[in-house]
Structure formats: C-alpha cells, structure tokens
C-alpha cells in the first residue's frame, strides 16, 4: 500500500525527515510513534500527495506521488491533525459537500452519510451545526467524512490529540472496526497507549529518523524487561546505585528512577531490605514509552 526507500523531506537547512525505509501491508494498521518534531507529520503529508519528497523513493498505492497526486488523493481518506470541518454547515451536508468533490451523486451520498454518521455515532446529530459540537464529535465527524469516498488507504495524524479519555475510546473503537473490516490505516501519534492498541506494527522515530520498527510486543519484549519499578525519592541516587547494584537496568527521569526487571515485588523488597523508604514505588508493566526512553534517552512526553 505504501512503500519507502531512503525517503528525505529537507526546509531549507532543516531536515525533517532523514531517509527513512517503511512498508505499510494492506488490511493492517501502520503507526508512526514520536515526539512533536519527529517528522511523523512531515511523512504523512508526502503519502498524502501534498507535500513533495526532497530525495528518496515513495510509492502510494503502487502510483508515484509525483506523477500521480491526484489518482492517489482519490483513493485516500484523509483525517488531519486539526480538524476543518465547515463549521456553519450542519453535519449531515458537511458530508455531502465533501463528497461532491469525488464527483459522487447526492443519491449515493445521502445514503453512504447516513450510514457513516450511524457509525460514528452521530446519527442523531445530523442537523445539527457543527460549531457547538463537542471536540469528540467534530474528530468522529472528520473520521467519517474521511471515509466518504469508500478509501483504499486512510491516513490519520494524531486521531485523538486533546480528547478526554472517554472521546478517545469511542475513537478507538471505531478505528478498530474499520480494521475488523480490512480498511488500511496509517496514524502518527505520541501516545503509547494508542500505538498498543491500534497498531499492528509501527516505527518509532526521533529527529527524522525510525530508530526501530516492530509490533508493539516485539519492540517491548526486544528493549525491556516484563516490569518497571518507579520510584521516587529525595534521594534517587541512592536509589539509582542500589538497584545498578543488584543487577538491575535503571534511569532517571526528571524525579524519578525507572528499574527494569522481571520481577517488580522483588526488586522493591530488596529497596526495603536495604533501608531505603521511598516516597513512592510503582511497579507496572513495561510499554513502549520505556522503548523509547531506552533508544532515544529521553520520554515521548518531554516535547
């Protein structure tokens, strides 16, 4: 579905993205995990057709963006990092207009709107204006306008940016059905938690580069341990060379140390052994946040 060879987007001096290698299957879901100014965007915007390459090879649906931008934006559903939707229209003709752009009929459109609006869960809102709608329901609403012209490959850049978490979970769940449909998607985000869910392999990248690639289970089970210890404590040094002492990989973070290990009780019953009594100990499972504080030497949040 999209394919990448040292693939490179340069402004001016700045390189954005630093001939990077990828390959997006169809049917699955693809993700583009970092910080703000990883060059996630920067890559979506060349699939998308509306960003040229610097240097590199890019094939969308087997076409050359280059040649073939608008055979490719065709066939692609597009939900982009802002939403802009037309906010005087209500949300039953935001879907209509839209789709006249595709050239499809207002009879088949007013069909496949009110199927999609019934997926999205907005059904009951198709009158309705869209300026007074929640932020949850305008990024539903730009989901289901994306998916208007029936796409071979859907292209998401941070689906859930500044939803609470119920708005996100709804957003999963209707990401994930298209899935279960076979719909291929590709999505950037800085969310560890969605990248698990969603993604049945991703890339992780920092300052334009993919630093590795995997499903999340690989990326955690090749980097991490099965547990991390968080602890914090005025005297995290103390802390730090006690667990290095025992074997054990750790970091600090800001006011904290993470401790790798397989086994957390036992790593914060040794702590305890030792005498010392943090101010608090957290022991959870490893995630692909820990991946990247392990390749990169710093969290995905620091941006």
């Known amino acids: 579905m999209v394919e990448a060879r040292t693939l490179t987007k340069r402004f001016d001096d700045f390189v954005a993205v630093d001939g990077i290698d990828f390959a997006v299957q169809p049917g699955e879901v693809f993700g583009f995990l970092g910080p703000n100014g990883a060059g996630k965007s920067s890559t979506m915007r ?3 057709c509306v960003s040229p390459l610097t240097s590199g090879e890019l094939r969308v649906l087997g076409l050359d963006p280059a040649h073939d931008g608008a055979r490719i934006r065709a066939r692609l559903g597009v939900v ?18 839209y789709g006249r752009y595709f050239g499809l009929s207002r009879a088949v459109l007013r069909d496949r709107a009110t199927e999609l609006l019934e997926f999205v869960q907005l059904g ?20 289901a306008r994306a998916l208007v012209n029936e796409p071979d490959l ?11 978490p119920q708005a996100r979970h709804l957003v999963w769940e209707r990401l994930w059905r298209l899935k279960q449909d076979g719909v291929t998607q590709v999505l950037t985000t800085h969310y560890m938690d969605e990248a ?26 090749r980097h991490v341990t099965r547990e991390v210890v968080e602890v ?42 030792d005498g010392l009594r943090p101010a608090s100990v957290l022991v959870r499972r490893s995630t692909l ?3 990247f504080l392990i390749l990169t030497g710093r969290t995905l949040i620091e941006d």
């Open 80 to 97: 982009p990092q802002e939403d802009n939707l037309d906010l005087e229209l209500s949300v039953f003709d935001n879907l209509i207009i």
């Open 46 to 48: 060349m699939i998308g």
């Open 289 to 291: 946040e820990d991946v």
């Open 154 to 164: 859907l292209l998401l850049d941070e689906p859930t940016t500044g939803l609470d």
């Open 124 to 143: 009951d809102r198709a009158t309705s204006k869209v300026d007074p709608l929640s932020g949850g329901m305008k990024r539903r609403l730009t989901i």
């Open 232 to 273: 914090r404590d005025a005297d995290l040094d103390g802390v730090l060379h006690l667990v290095r002492a025992n074997g054990e990989r750790a970091e600090v973070v800001t006011d904290r140390v993470l401790a790798y290990t397989d086994d957390g009780d036992a790593l914060v019953a040794k702590l305890h052994a």
């Open 196 to 221: 698990e869910r969603l993604c049945d392999r991703l890339v992780i990248m920092d300052g334009g580069h993919i630093v590795d690639e995997g499903s999340p289970s690989e990326l955690v089970a």
